[in-house]
T-cell receptor
Framework: AQTVTQSQPEMSVQEAETVTLSCTYDTSESDYYLFWYKQPPSRQMILVIRQEAYKQQNATENRFSVNFQKAAKSFSLKISDSQLGDAAMYFC?????????FGGGTRLMVKP | DSGVTQTPKHLITATGQRVTLRCSPR?????VYWYQQSLDQGLQFLIQYYNGEERAKGNILERFSAQQFPDLHSELNLSSLELGDSALYFC??????????????FGPGTRLTVL
């Protein structure tokens, strides 16, 4: 069975600073995608970034980047120049087969 | 805006009742996925349909059922509702059959409250 673990229930960052959210996963699949989704207070699930497992290059989307370590099954999210609007729940998700498996989430607080 | 729509946004009902949640996928997407987000269980996959056919089942109760219609919209039917069914129900869509190499886009969710 696929599992996704987010070991940090809560994180805090000062506005304009950088923060890294951790995620590890377990799978026997070789072909899969990994995602970070953001869930603000509106509860909408917003795709932040995607990483294809076959790509060695880490994905980047503006201020968001990942550190993908396939052998270690680790997939962390780095947010640079944090903004107040980044405050939300962040979910790491693993996509193998026909469903997404989510981690328990990390609540990110951004201090002005 | 992901392009996935869900109705209604909120639903309040009583135990024992039956409700139907509706989802319209993004234009061109053939796959629809249903997820449940509750406080104690987190986000869990319920079921997937692809072009009208059931493709995968997750932790979906027998009291719950779903279908996808020829116009590709999907409905999730929840019956004999219990207090524990109170949750946020998400629909997501993608354009592929197999999810492992595809991206799912989520709708805004339907918040179900069972009293």
């Amino acid at each position: 069975a696929q599992t996704v673990t987010q070991s940090q229930p809560e994180m805090s960052v000062q506005e304009a600073e950088t923060v890294t959210l951790s995620c590890t996963y377990d799978t026997s699949e070789s072909d899969y995608y990994l995602f970070w989704y953001k869930q603000p207070p509106s509860r909408q699930m917003i795709l932040v970034i995607r990483q294809e497992a076959y790509k060695q290059q880490n994905a980047t989307e503006n201020r968001f980047s990942v550190n993908f370590q396939k052998a270690a099954k680790s997939f962390s999210l780095k947010i640079s120049d944090s903004q107040l609007g980044d405050a939300a729940m962040y979910f790491c998700a693993f996509n193998a087969g026909n469903m997404l498996t989510f981690g328990g989430g990390t609540r990110l607080m951004v201090k002005p | 805006d992901s392009g996935v729509t869900q109705t209604p946004k909120h639903l309040i009902t009583a135990t024992g009742q039956r409700v139907t949640l509706r989802c319209s996928p993004r234009s061109g997407d053939l796959s629809v996925y249903w997820y449940q987000q509750s406080l104690d269980q987190g986000l869990q996959f319920l079921i997937q349909y692809y072009n009208g056919e059931e493709r995968a089942k997750g932790n979906i109760l027998e009291r719950f059922s779903a279908q996808q219609f020829p116009d590709l919209h999907s409905e999730l039917n929840l019956s004999s509702l219990e207090l524990g069914d109170s949750a946020l129900y998400f629909c997501a869509s993608s354009d592929k059959d197999r999810a492992s190499t595809d991206t799912q886009y989520f709708g805004p969710g339907t918040r179900l409250t069972v009293l």
